[in-house]
């Protein structure tokens, strides 16, 4: 369970990691995009995917998908300030894309190199290049596809980004599959090794190869950016002079009032502003608004209603309807504009005091004296509101104090300077005062200020910054940078490749020495080991018969040291004795025999003789030993089996003991095989079973075992082979040959040789036929009705008991029923004893027709049932059977030709989860609710509601 637990934890935190590193190393690649598609030259995680799935398998795949998400999702944020629906899907379905092809790419790589690999075959290191590109097909083809689908990416720029998604995802995969396989891959020893042979290499040409990207991307975006700032300088020098002209326009027209000798009507008004109007098309309206004090509001209302019926001084009201404007101590309306529209007219009268934005900027050039200018508002169009200034210049010394304004709409005043280069150039304009924007071109914001420039305008300050446009970018892209990191990236690759075979092959040569020198030092270790540790004595002679070495276990056995004996003939000393030394030209041994024939002997039956002329008997085996096709010696290995000649005289002794304990045993006594068959029996068992021994030899226990009683019998069996139990006893029955049943105490242990194999059973039979029916029928009395042969009152309890155990242990539902049958003592006394124990055992017949096996029926005295259901579903259940018992009474009892009907009372009482208390409790319960049936009319059911 801890192990278990620990594998988990250590699997999230590879799980997490891989996380981190998949958006730290994202964020990295995508430092070396190229605009305006940001696709990676390089992108590491596509390799580090690919590679932690072929190393750990699909298990990495969810944290591969966290990671791209996370990222992809940080990148759209990151872009557009925002979490849109559609980056939000755009993320899902690249990261979809990225495990993807994670998969596919451990998986094949997988099948063409299998795992754990030392990757320094050329054939391996050719197969990941071929399949590298083709793998990641996937995730380019899958994400680009996406894109375009959400139409964030458009049919002209899918080549490129797919091409650039496709090439930095390969790239990845190149470099980082080596570098993955340094930091996990296995076998170990190996891939530490390559550290500093291969990875440092690779990454120190990679930071090379990123250092000059950087350097040629950086004067390649000068080169691009060369016309992008001849273009911003010339749109804002543009602005700066429709600026100022705005300034001499209003100083022009408020001439119009200053030397005018007479008042200036309508139609002077017209024609003078008629020539600006053409000359600056940009402006949307002039106009002219004086200051009226409400004093002399009366008089030029009349004066304005002679060119305008009906002109009042006017102000929007809540209900952004024109309503007479409230009386304060000045006005500012509108009394001329031109060009003068339908929509235009509509706004003469207009007070422009009633609105705080327009009377602040009134007041301020009254007290300045100079054009003035308001923040970006809201102005009332025909085409809707749309933001714009209006640039105010102050008029004195005519009839009427007022300012000349020109309304500039930044939609047509800006957007006109700035509409030939809006595919090339994002611009805003921004007022510093407010912080307000006036005009953005392009984009909501530009992505990269890479042009700033400062104006004044009126009283205000503005700031024009402009950034060159995605449009741009595709336009002026330059590849050279991004061609020399991949040609260089896939050099890279190709190094390590070339770092891999050469690390491997030189790994594979002293792999090869070690395993040689390693293999030379284990023989001689393993022959001395051998022969020093085995036991069995082993000496070695030439040609001769002399002995060249002896071990030491021949040593021991024999009595000399290798120094003594060696150079001696080892036919004289060891295998003949001294009384038989006149005999030695013609006594013959193994040795002498190999030496003879050049073929090898084995014999049980050879006498060796100790230093001390003790004789021992050996098992022995003599080899030749020929080189270059000639007999050059003999190797002679012995064992002492002294010890074995006397213990194979005790065993057969010891057998024979055996033999007569089984033959003679008072019980039966029995050697089974491990697979059931009798292999050797006493009389006694022969007795039991009524076969003879030579027809129970021929027989298993399945055969005579009792079918009822085979399945335990067996499960113990099981339990002895798995070593769970060393013996077992267990009642049982046996068929003897006449078809009758024997009752037997079964005890069977096992018999297992010196390395605990299993091999054979032993088994004693003792018959308890008359005391297992003496037992039955005292257990039949005390625990059973003697008319009914239903459990009696003391069955129930015990049964009771064990149920409400369970209950509690197990959370169940059970029932509890009492029943009585309705009149019974009328029944009793008027048709006898006879008719009543009758009547007894059918009921007893019919509720056991009513119930499950599982369920219990008892006879508590007199005409008193009580059932027990255990293991009830719901509560309806044990209605049920309520009802059914009630409706098994429904048909007439035959008693000696006679029907009697009769109804029985039926009280439930249930017990499960939520139920307390003892099991007498539950009993009062069930009792209570078969008095409530009895209450109710008989012959129906009642349960009890705690």
Known sequence: MLSGLLFRYKSAFYSLAIVLIYIVTGKLGLMLAVPPGYASAIFPPAGIAIAVTYIAGKRMLPAIFLGSFILNLWIGYSAQQQISLISLAAAVLIAAASAIQAWAGGWCLQRKIPYPTTLDAPREVVAFLVYAPVICLISASLSAASLLALGMLDWQGLLTSWLSWWVGDFLGLMVMLPLTLVIFGQPRKLWEKRLYTVAVPMLFLFALLVFAYVIASKWERKESLTEFDGLASQLSEQLRTRLEAQEAVLAQISALFTYQQSDVSKQDFSNFVKVTLDKYPMIYAIEWVPKVRHSKRDRFVAQMQQDFPGYSILEPGADNQWHAAKARSFYFPLAYIEPATAQSQRTIGFDMAALDNRKITLLQAFKQNAAVVTAPIKLYLSS????????????????????????????????????????????????????????????????????????????????????????YFARHRGWQSWSMLVVGIFCTGLVGAILLIGTGFTARVLTLVDEKTQALKESSARFQEITDTLGEGIYVTDAAGLITFINPEAQRLLGWDQHAVRGKNAHALFHYHKADRSHYPEHECVMCNVMKTGQPIKSSDEVLWQRDEKPIHIDVTSVPIIRDGRLCGAVVVFDDISSRKKTESALRASEKSFREIIDFAPIGMAIVSLEGRFTKVNQALCNIVGFSREELIIRTFQEITHADDLAADLEYVHQLLDGKINAYQMEKRYIRKDKSMVWVQLSVSIFRDDEQAPQYFIAQIEDITARKHQFDEVAQEAYFDALTNLPNRRMLLMRLHQLHAHIERYQQLAALIFLDVDHFKQINDSLGHDVGDAILKEVAARLLGCLRQTDTVSRQGGDEFVIMLPELKKDEDAELVARKIVSSFAAPILVNGKEIKIGVSVGVALRGITAQGPVNEWMKQADQAMYQAKSAGRNGYYIYRS
């Open 384 to 471: 809707g509101r749309e933001t714009g200034l209006l640039l105010m210049y102050p008029v004195h010394g005519y009839s009427w104090d007022g300012v000349v304004q020109t309304v500039l709409v930044s939609r047509e005043f800006f957007g006109e300077l700035f509409a030939g280069s809006r595919d090339l150039i994002e611009a805003r304009l921004i007022e510093q005062e407010s912080g307000d924007t006036v005009y953005v071109s392009g984009a909501s914001q530009p992505s990269e200020v890479l042009f700033s420039r400062k104006f004044k305008f009126g009283d205000k300050h503005y700031r024009l910054e402009m950034s060159p446009s995605q449009q």
